[in-house]
């Protein structure tokens, strides 16, 4: 979980993917980010979701959202405060663009 909380961008995504009807195409998932991510980062970013069992894959490629039995809280705490960073971070961004 250290990696989930180490960048917004996966927060955002595993959101995305709750909204529903989102391809597992990084470059698409990635352009509709704001401020957009790459390519690369947007494939990380699935591969890690699938990885902790926040997202899985259908047969034809959509990206569906679940919830995983067990979550190490420990872990996750320690990167918390980063991304309560970069949210801040963002927000501040946001007030000129």
């Known amino acids: 979980l ?6 917004w961008y996966h927060a955002a995504i ?6 529903g009807n989102v391809k597992n195409d990084p470059a698409a998932i990635a352009q509709n980010l704001t ?3 790459s390519t690369e980062e947007a494939q990380a970013s699935v ?3 699938m990885k902790l069992g926040f997202v899985g894959k259908t047969v034809d490629g959509t990206l569906v959202s679940s919830e995983p039995a ?11 405060k980063i991304y309560y960073e970069q949210m ?3 927000a501040a961004q946001s ?3």
Not at 14 to 19: N, P, T
Not at 70 to 78: H, L, P
């Open 35 to 37: 401020p957009a991510i």
């Open 14 to 19: 595993r959101e995305m993917v709750k909204k």
């Open 88 to 90: 801040a971070e963002l």
């Open 70 to 80: 067990t979550v190490d809280t420990t872990s996750a705490a320690m990167a918390q």
């Open 95 to 97: 007030l000129y663009t």
């Open 2 to 7: 250290y990696d989930y909380y180490h960048e």
């Open 47 to 49: 591969e890690l979701l």
